[in-house]
């Protein structure tokens, strides 16, 4: 069983995250999107409603489960008993990130290799800060997130205006 985690705050998910997870299931047998609570980040979204939107979004898509986890990546992918950390790139602003990172955990856990994939050409600008931006002043979003997200990207701009 060759069982990949793709990791991230998915804040929420973009069509860039789904074109690395329709990916990275071609190549694995199972992919576990792992959503992060990620408290540093201070997210939009509850984990709840990420983890919700991410089954919605990748529920035809064969091969794919989805989880939340807390606290270091290298763990959450040994509970899974996977052995590859799929992250993806961008642009050269992600390398130096994602570099590090991999790098780190190679050293901690010698165990487990990352694979960096690069972005579909379509999505290399798109991140779910930009998504926000766009939402957050009334703009479309439809062409950036999958319509069940940008259904509950809308309802939660709403929810915050009549606060
Ligand atoms: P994190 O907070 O862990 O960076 P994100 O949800 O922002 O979480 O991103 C998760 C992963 O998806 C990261 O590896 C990021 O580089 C990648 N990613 C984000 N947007 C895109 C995109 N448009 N195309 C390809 N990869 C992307």
């Given at each position: 069983?060759?069982?990949?985690?793709?990791?991230?705050?998915?804040?929420?998910?973009?069509?860039?995250?789904?074109?690395?997870?329709?990916r990275?299931?071609?190549?694995?047998?199972?992919?576990?999107?792992?959503?992060?609570?990620?408290?540093?980040?201070?997210?939009?979204?509850?984990?709840?409603?990420?983890?919700?939107?991410?089954?919605?979004?990748?529920?035809?898509?064969?091969?794919?489960?989805?989880?939340?986890?807390?606290?270091?990546?290298?763990?959450?992918?040994?509970?899974?008993?996977?052995?590859?950390?799929?992250?993806?790139?961008?642009?050269?602003?992600?390398?130096?990130?994602?570099?590090?990172?991999?790098?780190?955990?190679?050293?901690i856990?010698?165990?487990?290799?990352?694979?960096?994939?690069?972005?579909?050409?379509?999505?290399?600008?798109?991140?779910?800060?930009?998504?926000?931006?766009?939402?957050?002043?009334?703009?479309?979003?439809?062409?950036?997130?999958?319509?069940?997200?940008?259904?509950?990207?809308k309802?939660?701009?709403?929810?915050?205006?009549?606060?």
């Open positions: 069983m060759r069982r990949a985690v793709y990791p991230g705050t998915f804040d929420p998910v973009t069509n860039g995250h789904l074109d690395i997870i329709r990275a299931a071609q190549q694995f047998d199972e992919v576990v999107v792992g959503v992060l609570c990620n408290s540093k980040k201070s997210p939009l979204f509850s984990i709840d409603e990420r983890v919700r939107m991410l089954q919605e979004v990748t529920k035809d898509i064969p091969g794919v489960r989805v989880d939340s986890f807390d606290g270091m990546t290298v763990n959450f992918v040994r509970a899974c008993g996977a052995g590859v950390i799929i992250r993806g790139l961008r642009a050269v602003t992600d390398f130096e990130n994602e570099l590090q990172m991999a790098q780190t955990n190679r050293v856990a010698p165990d487990i290799d990352t694979m960096l994939m690069v972005t579909s050409l379509e999505y290399a600008y798109l991140s779910s800060t930009i998504v926000k931006e766009l939402a957050s002043h009334g703009e479309a979003i439809e062409r950036f997130v999958p319509p069940y997200a940008a259904e509950k990207i309802e939660k701009y709403k929810e915050i205006i009549q606060k």
